[in-house]
C-alpha cells in the first residue's frame, strides 16, 4: 500500500529525525522521568512506519540499514548479557549493578546494568513493531 | 468517578463482545482490540484512582511524597498495552492469511478447512 | 560420590548405547554388559560396610523448598536389591544380544534397556522418597516403552499402555502419599524418618501413626505398590506384559521392576507397619493375589504366561510375608526374593532360548528338547529343581522358611501356602521338565543349542542357585541378616541351613513336591477342565470398561466443546466468565458493596468517558471498516487520557503511540481483507447484543465491587521505597519494569519476539506452488 501525497511526504521530512530524536530523548531519561525501553521503541517505530508509508518499506529499511528481524535477536541477546554481570558478581540473575561514568568537573552519571536491559527492551520492541509493520506494508 | 469508568469498562466491555462473536472476521479483530483497552481499564481502575501525584521521586527529593498514584499495577497495565499490541498484530496477520487461502471471512464457513486442506494436500 | 555417579553412569551407558550396536558388532552387547558387570562388583564390595551400619551414602541439595534432595544411601536391603538389578542385568544385556541379534531397532533397546536399569538402582537406591518417586516412575515410563518394542503389534501397544496406566496411576497415588508422609512428619529422607523417634516404630514412636492423615497416606503409598507388584486387584497387567521381548519379561516382569513394590514395602515397614491396617491391607491383599497367581497358572500353556501367573502367586506370597511382620516372615519374604529372582529369570531366559530356538512358547507343542539344548535343558532343569523347592538348591531353604512362617500362624494360612506351594512344583514341571523330556514334538523351526550369550545367563543363575544351597551361611552373614534387620527396623540374627532335620515344614515339603509331581502328569487333562470355566468379570474387565467409558466421555465433550465454530468457543468462555464470576460475586456479596473513596467527577473527565462509550458505540455500529477503525482509535486516545488524568504518564504515552501504530496496521491489514457484510440474521444479533449487554454489566458489577474492597498493604510500598537507594531509578514504573521485575519483562519482550517472527512468518512464507 501506498499513499501518494505530496504534504505527507513533506511533513514526513520534517518529523522523521524530529521523532527519532525524541526517542531517544524519551529513552534516557526513562529512569528518572515518564519514559523508557518501550515507550522510546515505540516512538522510534512510529518514525520509521510513518517513513515508510510516505515513501515505501524499501526505502524505510534502507534508512533503518539493519534487518528488523536481527534487531528483535540483538534486543533480546543484550537484554540477557545485561542480566550476566550479577552472576558473576554472586547475585541473582538480572540483578541491577551500578557504577560511575565520569570526567572529574564536567560530568558525572550513574550507568547500571538496568540501562543495558533497556536498550534490549527498546530495540526488541522496535524490531517486532516495525517487523510487523514492514511485512503487512510488503504484502502484495 | 469510579462508578463513570465502571460503565465505560461495562460498555467497552460490551462493545468488545459483540464484535468478537460476529460471523464477519474483520470485526472479530475490531472486537479483540477493544476487548484489551476494556481489560485494561478494569486494572487501572480495580486499583484505585487518584488525581495525586505521578510515582516518580522528584529531582529534588529522595523519597516519594504521599499521596501518589500506585506504581505496581501500572507497570502491569504497561506490559498488557504492549502485549496486546503483540496479539492484535498476529491476529490481523493470521487473519490475512486465512482470507487469503479460503477466500472468505465467514467464520461459520471455516469449520471444516482443516479437513478441506488436509485432501487438497493428498490429491496434490 | 561413587554411588550416585554410578547410578548416572548407567544413563551415560543409554546415550551411548545406539552408538555401540551401530555396526551390528557382535561383540558390542558383551562389551556394554562390562558397565553393570563393574557396578555389581562394586556393590558387592560396599556390603561389608552396610552390614557394619555404616552404609555408604551421597546428599547433593538439590531443592530444597520441596525437601527434594539428591541423596542415596546403601545399606543392606538397598544393595541386596541394587545387586540383584545390576547383576540379572548384566545376563539380560548379554542374552539380549543374542536374542535380538539382527534386530534393526537393537541400539534403542539398549537405550531403553539401561535407562530402565539406572531407574531401578535409582529405586533402590534413593535416601529421598521424592527422588526414589522421580526413578520409581521412570521405571514405569521405560517399562512402557519396553513392553511395547514390537510397536507395530496392536496387542504390545495394549499391553504397554495398561502396564503404563495401572503402573503409573499407581505411582501418582504413591507420590500423594509421600507427600502426605512428608507432611506428617516433616521429612522426606528414609534415613531420617527410619532413626527418627517419632516416626519410627522401632524407635519408640508412634506420633506418626496416630496422625489424622496417616490412614490416607498408608494407603495411598500402598496403591503405589500394590500396583507396581501386580498384587490384586491390578496383577492383569503382569501376564499382559509378556508382550514384551523376553529379556524384558526376565528382567522387568521377573527379576527387578515387579519387585519395586515389595521392595518399597519392605523399606517403609518400620514407619508405615506395625498397625492393624497394614497388618490386614497388605497381607490379606497378598494372599489373594498368591491364591490368583496360583490357580490361573494351572491353565496356562503358554511358557511365558505360566512363569508370569507364578511370578504373581510369589510376589503375592512376598507381599503377604511382609504383611505379616514377624522376624520370620521378614526373613522369609527376603530369602524367597532372592532365592525367587534367580530361578525365575533363570527360566524366564530359558523360555527366551526355547522360543528362539524351536519357534514356539505352547508348552503342549513342545517336548524331548534335550538332546537338542542339552546346556539350556541343564539349566532348566536344575532352577526348576530350586523352584519346586528340592535340596540342596536354594530355593529349598527358601520354601522351608515360608512354610516355618505359615506353621506359626494358623492352619488356613498354612493351607494356602501350601495350595502355592503345589503351583510352584506344577508350573517348573511344566517349564522345567516338560519340554525337555519325553517324546520330541514337531516345532515350527528345527531346534539346536542356543548360543554362548543366551545359555550363559540361565547356567550362570543355576549355578548360583546351587552354590547358595550349598553355602547359605555365607549369604546370610552378608546379606540376608542385615537385610532383614533394616526390614524389621531392629537387630535380627538370620541362621539359614540346608538341613533343619525332620520337621512339620520338611514332611509338608515333601507332601507338597509329591501331589505337585501327580498333579503335573495329568496337566493335560487338568487344564482342559480349568480352561472351561471362564472369567468375565474380572478386573481387567473394570479396566476396559474404564478405558473406555473415559474414551467415551473424552470424544463426547470434545465433540461438545470443539465445534470447530470459533464463535462457539468465545461463546463458552464468556458464559463460563459471567456464570462463574457472576456466581462468586453473588456469594461474597458483590453486588450490595457501594463503592467507599468515590471521586468526584471532573466535566472533561466525564467528557473523556463519553468519548470512550460514543467510540465504543461507534466500532459497533460503523457499516465502514475505516469508520470501525477511527472509531477504534479514538477509544484509546480516551483511554490513555484516563491514564493521564489519573497519575500514570508512562501509560498514557505508551497508549498514544501503541493507538498510532495500532491504527496503522488495521488500515495496512485491511487493505487487503474484505468489506465489513452482515453476516448473522437479526435474531442472533439480538441474542448476541444481549450476552454483550450482560457480560458488560457484570463487569461493571465487578470494578464497583473491586474499588469497594479494602485492599490490605501493597508491595507497592516496596518498589516506592527501595526504587531510589536499591535501583538508583526515580521513575519508580519504569525501574518496577527494569529492574525489579526484569525477569518478567525478560519473558515479555521474548513472547513479543515471537509474536513478531509469527507474523513474518504468517505474511512472508508461503507454500511452495507444487503444492498448491
Given at each position: 500500500?501506498?499513499?501518494?501525497?505530496?504534504?505527507?511526504?513533506?511533513m514526513?521530512?520534517?518529523l522523521?529525525?524530529?521523532?527519532?530524536?525524541?526517542?531517544v530523548?524519551?529513552?534516557?531519561?526513562?529512569?528518572?522521568?515518564p519514559?523508557?525501553?518501550?515507550?522510546a521503541?515505540?516512538?522510534?517505530s512510529?518514525a520509521?512506519?510513518?517513513?515508510s508509508?510516505?515513501?515505501?518499506?524499501?526505502?524505510?529499511?534502507?534508512?533503518?540499514?539493519?534487518?528488523?528481524?536481527l534487531?528483535?535477536?540483538i534486543?533480546?541477546?543484550i537484554?540477557?548479557?545485561?542480566g550476566?554481570?550479577?552472576?558473576?558478581a554472586?547475585?541473582?540473575?538480572?540483578?541491577?549493578?551500578w557504577?560511575y561514568?565520569?570526567?572529574p568537573?564536567?560530568?558525572?552519571?550513574?550507568?547500571?546494568?538496568?540501562?543495558?536491559?533497556?536498550?534490549?527492551?527498546?530495540?526488541?520492541?522496535?524490531?517486532?513493531t516495525?517487523?510487523i509493520?514492514?511485512?503487512?506494508e510488503?504484502?502484495? | 468517578?469510579e462508578?463513570?469508568l465502571?460503565?465505560?469498562?461495562?460498555?467497552?466491555?460490551?462493545?468488545g463482545?459483540?464484535m468478537?462473536?460476529?460471523?464477519?472476521?474483520v470485526?472479530?479483530?475490531?472486537?479483540?482490540?477493544?476487548?484489551?483497552?476494556a481489560?485494561?481499564?478494569?486494572?487501572?481502575?480495580?486499583a484505585r484512582?487518584?488525581r495525586?501525584?505521578?510515582?516518580?521521586?522528584?529531582?529534588?527529593?529522595?523519597?516519594?511524597?504521599?499521596?501518589?498514584a500506585?506504581?505496581?499495577p501500572?507497570a502491569?497495565?504497561l506490559?498488557?498495552?504492549v502485549?496486546?499490541?503483540?496479539?492484535?498484530a498476529?491476529?490481523?496477520?493470521?487473519?490475512?492469511?486465512?482470507?487469503?487461502s479460503?477466500h472468505t471471512?465467514d467464520?461459520?464457513?471455516?469449520k471444516?478447512t482443516?479437513?478441506?486442506?488436509?485432501?487438497?494436500e493428498?490429491?496434490? | 560420590?561413587?554411588?550416585?555417579l554410578?547410578?548416572?553412569?548407567v544413563f551415560g551407558?543409554?546415550?551411548?548405547?545406539?552408538?555401540?550396536?551401530r555396526?551390528?558388532?557382535?561383540?558390542?552387547?558383551?562389551l556394554i554388559?562390562l558397565?553393570?558387570?563393574?557396578i555389581?562388583?562394586?556393590?558387592?564390595?560396599?556390603l561389608p560396610?552396610?552390614a557394619?551400619e555404616?552404609?555408604?551414602?551421597?546428599?547433593?541439595n538439590?531443592?530444597r523448598?520441596?525437601?527434594a534432595?539428591?541423596?542415596?544411601r546403601a545399606?543392606?536391603?538397598s544393595?541386596?536389591?541394587?545387586?540383584l538389578?545390576?547383576g540379572?542385568?548384566?545376563l539380560?544385556?548379554?542374552?539380549?544380544?543374542?536374542y535380538l541379534g539382527?534386530?534393526?531397532?537393537?541400539?534403542?533397546?539398549?537405550?531403553?534397556l539401561?535407562?530402565?536399569?539406572?531407574?531401578?538402582?535409582?529405586?533402590?537406591?534413593?535416601?529421598?522418597?521424592?527422588?526414589?518417586?522421580?526413578f520409581?516412575?521412570?521405571?514405569s515410563?521405560?517399562?512402557?516403552v519396553?513392553?511395547?518394542?514390537e510397536?507395530?503389534?496392536?496387542?504390545?501397544?495394549?499391553?504397554?499402555?495398561q502396564?503404563?496406566?495401572?503402573?503409573?496411576?499407581?505411582?501418582?497415588?504413591?507420590?500423594?502419599?509421600?507427600i502426605?508422609?512428608?507432611?506428617i512428619?516433616?521429612?522426606l529422607?528414609?534415613?531420617?524418618?527410619?532413626?527418627n523417634?517419632?516416626?519410627?516404630?522401632?524407635?519408640?514412636?508412634t506420633?506418626?501413626?496416630?496422625?489424622?492423615?496417616?490412614?490416607p497416606?498408608?494407603i495411598?503409598i500402598?496403591l503405589?505398590?500394590?500396583t507396581?507388584?501386580?498384587q490384586?486387584?491390578?496383577h492383569?497387567?503382569?501376564?499382559n506384559?509378556?508382550?514384551?521381548?523376553?529379556?524384558?519379561?526376565?528382567?522387568?516382569?521377573?527379576?527387578?521392576?515387579?519387585?519395586?513394590?515389595?521392595?518399597?514395602?519392605?523399606?517403609?515397614?518400620?514407619?508405615?507397619?506395625?498397625?492393624?491396617?497394614?497388618?490386614?491391607t497388605v497381607?490379606?491383599?497378598?494372599?489373594?493375589t498368591?491364591?490368583?497367581?496360583?490357580?490361573?497358572?494351572?491353565?496356562?500353556?503358554?511358557?511365558?504366561?505360566?512363569?508370569?501367573?507364578?511370578?504373581l502367586?510369589?510376589?503375592?506370597?512376598?507381599?503377604?510375608?511382609?504383611?505379616?511382620g514377624?522376624?520370620?516372615?521378614?526373613?522369609?519374604?527376603?530369602v524367597l526374593?532372592?532365592?525367587?529372582?534367580l530361578y525365575?529369570g533363570?527360566?524366564?531366559?530359558?523360555?527366551g532360548?526355547i522360543?528362539?530356538?524351536t519357534?514356539?512358547?505352547?508348552?503342549?507343542?513342545?517336548?524331548?528338547?534335550?538332546?537338542a539344548l542339552?546346556?539350556t535343558?541343564?539349566a532348566?532343569?536344575?532352577?526348576?529343581?530350586s523352584?519346586?523347592g528340592?535340596?540342596?538348591?536354594?530355593?529349598?531353604?527358601?520354601?522351608?522358611?515360608?512354610?516355618?512362617?505359615?506353621?506359626?500362624?494358623?492352619p488356613?494360612?498354612?493351607a494356602?501356602i501350601i495350595?502355592m506351594?503345589l503351583s510352584?512344583v506344577?508350573v517348573?514341571?511344566v517349564?522345567?521338565?516338560?519340554?525337555?523330556f519325553?517324546?520330541?514334538?514337531?516345532?515350527p523351526k528345527?531346534?539346536h543349542?542356543?548360543p554362548?550369550?543366551?545359555?550363559?545367563g540361565?547356567?550362570?543363575l543355576?549355578?548360583?542357585?546351587?552354590?547358595?544351597?550349598?553355602f547359605?551361611?555365607?549369604?546370610?552373614?552378608l546379606?540376608?541378616?542385615?537385610?532383614?534387620?533394616?526390614?524389621?527396623?531392629?537387630a535380627?540374627?538370620?541362621?539359614?541351613?540346608?538341613?533343619?532335620?525332620v520337621?512339620?515344614?520338611f514332611?509338608?515339603?515333601?507332601a507338597?513336591?509329591?501331589?505337585?509331581?501327580l498333579?503335573?502328569?495329568?496337566?493335560n487333562?487338568?487344564?482342559?477342565?480349568?480352561?472351561?470355566i471362564?472369567?468375565k468379570?474380572?478386573?481387567?474387565?473394570?479396566?476396559?470398561?474404564?478405558l473406555?467409558?473415559?474414551?467415551?466421555?473424552?470424544?463426547?465433550?470434545t465433540?461438545?466443546?470443539?465445534?470447530?465454530?470459533?464463535?462457539?468457543?468465545?461463546?463458552?468462555?464468556?458464559?463460563c466468565?459471567?456464570?462463574?464470576?457472576?456466581?462468586?460475586?453473588?456469594?461474597?456479596?458483590?453486588?450490595?458493596?457501594?463503592?467507599?473513596?468515590?471521586?468526584d467527577v471532573?466535566?472533561y473527565?466525564?467528557?473523556?468517558?463519553a468519548?470512550?462509550l460514543?467510540?465504543?458505540?461507534a466500532?459497533?455500529?460503523?457499516?465502514?471498516?475505516l469508520?470501525?477503525?477511527a472509531?477504534?482509535?479514538?477509544?484509546?486516545?480516551g483511554?490513555a487520557?484516563?491514564?493521564?488524568q489519573?497519575?500514570a504518564?508512562?501509560?498514557?504515552?505508551?497508549?498514544?503511540?501503541?493507538?498510532?501504530?495500532?491504527?496503522?496496521l488495521?488500515?495496512?491489514?485491511?487493505?487487503h481483507?474484505?468489506?465489513?457484510?452482515?453476516?448473522s440474521?437479526?435474531?442472533?444479533?439480538?441474542?448476541?447484543a444481549?450476552?454483550?449487554?450482560?457480560?458488560?454489566?457484570?463487569?461493571?458489577?465487578?470494578?464497583?465491587?473491586a474499588?469497594?474492597?479494602?485492599?490490605s498493604?501493597?508491595?507497592?510500598t516496596?518498589?516506592?521505597?527501595?526504587?531510589?537507594?536499591?535501583?538508583?531509578?526515580?521513575?519508580i514504573?519504569n525501574?518496577?519494569?527494569?529492574d525489579?521485575?526484569?525477569?518478567?519483562t525478560?519473558?515479555?519482550?521474548?513472547v513479543?519476539?515471537?509474536a513478531?517472527?509469527?507474523v513474518?512468518?504468517?505474511?512472508k512464507?508461503?507454500?511452495?506452488?507444487?503444492?498448491?
Open positions: 500500500m501506498k499513499i501518494d501525497s505530496l504534504i505527507l511526504r513533506t514526513v521530512r520534517y522523521f529525525p524530529l521523532l527519532l530524536l525524541f526517542s530523548f524519551i529513552f534516557l531519561r526513562g529512569h528518572n522521568e519514559g523508557g525501553g518501550f515507550i521503541g515505540l516512538v522510534a512510529a520509521y512506519a510513518l517513513y508509508i510516505a515513501s515505501n518499506s524499501i526505502e524505510a529499511r534502507q534508512v533503518l540499514g539493519v534487518d528488523t528481524r534487531l528483535i535477536g534486543g533480546l541477546l537484554a540477557l548479557c545485561s550476566l554481570p550479577a552472576i558473576f554472586g547475585e541473582s540473575f538480572l540483578t541491577g549493578l557504577g561514568l565520569s570526567i568537573g564536567v560530568f558525572k552519571i550513574e550507568i547500571g546494568t538496568p540501562v543495558l536491559f533497556d536498550i534490549g527492551v527498546f530495540l526488541a520492541v522496535m524490531g517486532v516495525l517487523t509493520i514492514f511485512a503487512l510488503e504484502v502484495e | 468517578m462508578i463513570v465502571a460503565f465505560v469498562i461495562g460498555g467497552l466491555y460490551a462493545a463482545i459483540y468478537m462473536l460476529r460471523r464477519s472476521l470485526k472479530l479483530l475490531i472486537g479483540l482490540a477493544l476487548l484489551s483497552h481489560a485494561n481499564l478494569l486494572i487501572f481502575t480495580a484512582l487518584t495525586a501525584g505521578f510515582p516518580i521521586i522528584g529531582m529534588d527529593q529522595q523519597a516519594l511524597e504521599l499521596p501518589y500506585d506504581p505496581l501500572q502491569l497495565i506490559t498488557a498495552i502485549i496486546s499490541f503483540g496479539v492484535t498476529f491476529a490481523l496477520a493470521l487473519s490475512y492469511r486465512t482470507y487469503k479460503i471471512d467464520l461459520d464457513k471455516m471444516t482443516d479437513e478441506a486442506d488436509d485432501s487438497k493428498t490429491s496434490a | 560420590m561413587m554411588i550416585a554410578t547410578t548416572l553412569s551407558a543409554a546415550l551411548v548405547a545406539p552408538l555401540f550396536f555396526n551390528k558388532n557382535k561383540l558390542a552387547s558383551w554388559a558397565l553393570p558387570l563393574g555389581t562388583i562394586y556393590f558387592a564390595s560396599l560396610r552396610a557394619a555404616n552404609p555408604e551414602t551421597f546428599s547433593f538439590w531443592a523448598e520441596f525437601g534432595n539428591f541423596s542415596f545399606d543392606s536391603l544393595l541386596l536389591f541394587a545387586m538389578i545390576s540379572v542385568g548384566t539380560v544385556v548379554i542374552y539380549a544380544g543374542g539382527k534386530n534393526p531397532n537393537i541400539g534403542r533397546f539398549y537405550a531403553w539401561f535407562i530402565f536399569m539406572g531407574a531401578m538402582l535409582g529405586v533402590a537406591l534413593s535416601d529421598n522418597l521424592l527422588l526414589l518417586f522421580i520409581w516412575e521412570l521405571t515410563l521405560s517399562s512402557y519396553l513392553i511395547g518394542f510397536h507395530e503389534k496392536e496387542s504390545a501397544r495394549a499391553a504397554a499402555l502396564a503404563l496406566l495401572v503402573t503409573g496411576g499407581g505411582g501418582l497415588a504413591m507420590l500423594a502419599g509421600i502426605l508422609l512428608g507432611q512428619s516433616g521429612t529422607e528414609i534415613s531420617a524418618l527410619l532413626s523417634t517419632s516416626t519410627s516404630l522401632s524407635a519408640g514412636g506420633a506418626v501413626q496416630s496422625h489424622p492423615l496417616f490412614i497416606a498408608l495411598l500402598l503405589g505398590a500394590f507396581k507388584s501386580a490384586f486387584p491390578f492383569f497387567w503382569l501376564p506384559a509378556m508382550a514384551a521381548p523376553t529379556p524384558v519379561s526376565a528382567y522387568l516382569h521377573s527379576a527387578t521392576m515387579v519387585k519395586a513394590g515389595v521392595y518399597l514395602l519392605a523399606r517403609l515397614h518400620p514407619i508405615l507397619g506395625g498397625n492393624d491396617i497394614w497388618l490386614y497381607s490379606g491383599v497378598g494372599l489373594i498368591m491364591l490368583v497367581g496360583s490357580y490361573l497358572s494351572f491353565s496356562q500353556t503358554d511358557l511365558k504366561r505360566l512363569l508370569a501367573y507364578s511370578t502367586g510369589a510376589l503375592g506370597t512376598m507381599t503377604m510375608l511382609i504383611g505379616l514377624t522376624p520370620l516372615a521378614l526373613k522369609a519374604a527376603v526374593l532372592f532365592a525367587h529372582a525365575k533363570a527360566l524366564f531366559l530359558v523360555a532360548a522360543d528362539h530356538e519357534g514356539t512358547r505352547d508348552v503342549t507343542q513342545l517336548g524331548g528338547l534335550f538332546r542339552p546346556i535343558g541343564t532348566a532343569g536344575i532352577s526348576a529343581l523352584m519346586a528340592l535340596p540342596p538348591l536354594f530355593g529349598f531353604i527358601a520354601k522351608e522358611v515360608v512354610y516355618e512362617t505359615g506353621l506359626e500362624f494358623n488356613w494360612l498354612m494356602a495350595f506351594g510352584t506344577f517348573a514341571g517349564v522345567g521338565m516338560g519340554p525337555f519325553g517324546k520330541l514334538t514337531e516345532s528345527k531346534p543349542e542356543a554362548l550369550s543366551m545359555w550363559l540361565p547356567i550362570l543355576t549355578a548360583l542357585s546351587l552354590l547358595a544351597g550349598f547359605p551361611s555365607g549369604i546370610s552373614n546379606i540376608v541378616s542385615p537385610a532383614v534387620s533394616s526390614v524389621a527396623g531392629e535380627v540374627k538370620v541362621k539359614l541351613a540346608l538341613w533343619h532335620g520337621n512339620t515344614a514332611l509338608l515339603s515333601i507338597t513336591v509329591i501331589a505337585g509331581i498333579l503335573f502328569s495329568i496337566r487333562s487338568l487344564r482342559g477342565v480349568l480352561q472351561k471362564e472369567w468379570w474380572g478386573p481387567a474387565y473394570f479396566y476396559t470398561l474404564s473406555d467409558g473415559m474414551n467415551a466421555l473424552a470424544r463426547a465433550q465433540r461438545f466443546l470443539q465445534s470447530g465454530t470459533l464463535r462457539n468457543y468465545i461463546l463458552i468462555i464468556i458464559l466468565v459471567t456464570l462463574g464470576g457472576g456466581y462468586s460475586l453473588f456469594r461474597i456479596g458483590g453486588f450490595d458493596i457501594l463503592p467507599q473513596h468515590i471521586s471532573k466535566f473527565e466525564a467528557a473523556i468517558a468519548l470512550i460514543g467510540a465504543a458505540i466500532a459497533v455500529t460503523s457499516s465502514s471498516r469508520g470501525a477503525i472509531a477504534l482509535g479514538a477509544a484509546g486516545i483511554v487520557l484516563i491514564f493521564l489519573f497519575g504518564p508512562d501509560l498514557a504515552i505508551t497508549q498514544f503511540a501503541i493507538e498510532a501504530l495500532t491504527v496503522i488495521f488500515v495496512l491489514a485491511f487493505y481483507l474484505p468489506k465489513f457484510t452482515q453476516l440474521s437479526p435474531r442472533a444479533r439480538i441474542r448476541d444481549v450476552i454483550a449487554l450482560f457480560t458488560g454489566a457484570l463487569m461493571t458489577m465487578l470494578v464497583l465491587a474499588v469497594g474492597v479494602h485492599i498493604d501493597s508491595i507497592s516496596f518498589f516506592v521505597e527501595n526504587s531510589l537507594p536499591l535501583a538508583h531509578g526515580r521513575n514504573v525501574v518496577i519494569l527494569v525489579f521485575r526484569g525477569m518478567d525478560m519473558g515479555e519482550i521474548t513479543l519476539g515471537i513478531g517472527i509469527g513474518y512468518a504468517l505474511l512464507f508461503r507454500r511452495k506452488k507444487g503444492r498448491e
